[in-house]
Every structure is written in C-alpha cells, then in structure tokens.
C-alpha cells in the first residue's frame, strides 16, 4: 500500500502560515534594531536641578591632625568626596573644584565655583545642621595655576565660552583682576568680584536657583 499524501494546504492556510512568518521576522527584526542613546545634556540643560532640590548625601572630610597643616588651611580633594549641590565628584574636574571648612575642620568640597555660590547661599538646604557663620574658609582653584585661591579674594569671570565640569559656565576664578581681564580678552566675559555674584548673576547660570537663597557673605 502507497503512503497517504497529505492534500495540498488550502489558501487559506497558506495565508495565515505565511502571516505568521511574517510576524516572527519583524519581532525578530525588531528585537536586534540597536536602540539609539539620547546625547548628554549640555549648557542649561546639564544645570536642571542643579540649585534646586538635588538629592544629595555628601559626608564632610573631617580634619586630620597628621596632615601636618593648619586647620582651616586649603587641602587636597579626596577621590570620593561628592559635591553636596550637585552629587559629582571635584577630583574628577580638580582644576574647577573649591572647597569650604567649618570651625570643628569638617571640608566639603565643590566641582566648581558656581556650586560652592549656589552652597554659600543655602548651606543648611545642602548640609542639614550647618551654618555659614561655621565657616573659617572658602577656596577655589586658579584657573591659571591650579593653586588654592581665598575665594573672598578671588576675581571671576561670568559669561566666558569656558565650559565647567556641567559643561556651562562656572565662573572660573583668577588670583587677580589682571589675570581676570586677561581671559576676559580671550574666552570673553565679564570680571566680577566675589561680592558682586549676586543672585540675578547666579540665576542665569543654575536657571532651577532655590527661591529661598541668600546672598552670600562677602
């Protein structure tokens, strides 16, 4: 006896075979598309949040004794200390990073002279308990030599095309309004002293500026 052959598959069915196949192929398709990463944010865009309610904890850098060096004197940034405005990490953007020591020799530190004005402003919205009349020192980082600056003494520069560790603006600080000028001359800008970084100058940079910040003291 011959083997039974199966009839033909109506059209039917060939329809809804070939459907299937259809419908595998694309998943398959689908599944192996790469899928496209958004670019980094840049400009304001990098500053959302940057000012307003970060989550943050950032512990401070307690002063050690065997360091061989004042107190309130400017020190190293360590690895993994965190900004407490914005979360980075100023050892990774050491020639931006500025730093703050309370009387009892507690350090945070900043990835750039634009966090530690938004810190200055609101220092126990960022750090619960503390108070800025606590703080014995401020320093920010000479762009033209890496050296510690007293940032009271300091002259900056807003609106320059040099772009922060957020890639904005972040007030690149100088030992003297020479210096200061003289970059003005290159990057563009304009020259401002510590106590002229107001809050109008610091809303254009961190457009998301807490409400309830304060003038910083000069």
């Known amino acids: 006896m011959s083997a039974l052959i199966p009839p033909p598959p109506r059209p039917a069915a060939r329809r809804a075979v070939l459907a299937a ?4 192929s694309t998943g398959l398709v689908a599944w192996q598309w790469p899928q496209r990463t958004p670019p980094p944010p840049s400009g304001n865009a990098a500053l959302e949040g940057v000012g307003d309610d970060v989550c943050v904890v950032a512990p401070p850098t307690p002063y050690d004794p065997a360091l061989g060096q004042p107190l309130a004197a400017a020190r190293e940034v360590p690895a993994d200390a965190r900004c407490p405005v914005c979360g980075m990490y100023p050892a990774r953007a ?3 990073a500025a ?3 309370f009387a009892q020799g507690d350090a945070y530190f900043f990835d ?3 966090s530690l004005m938004l810190y200055l402003g609101n220092v126990d919205h960022y750090t619960r308990g503390r108070t800025p009349d606590a703080i014995v020192a401020r320093y920010v980082t000479d762009t033209d030599t890496g050296l510690w ?3 009271q003494e300091a002259v900056y ?4 095309s040099a772009l922060g560790p957020m890639r904005a603006g972040n007030l690149p600080a100088f030992g003297s309004a020479g210096a200061a000028q003289q970059f003005v001359q290159q990057r563009g800008g304009q020259a401002v002293l510590f106590g002229g970084i ?3 100058l610091l809303r254009g940079l961190a457009p998301n500026l807490r409400a309830d910040h304060h003038l910083h003291a000069s």
């Open 21 to 24: 196949l259809l419908l595998g």
């Open 94 to 96: 050491r020639a931006w």
């Open 99 to 101: 730093q703050v020591i």
């Open 112 to 114: 750039s002279p634009l």
């Open 149 to 151: 600056l007293n940032a």
């Open 157 to 160: 520069v807003t609106g320059s």
């Open 198 to 200: 107001d809050t109008r």
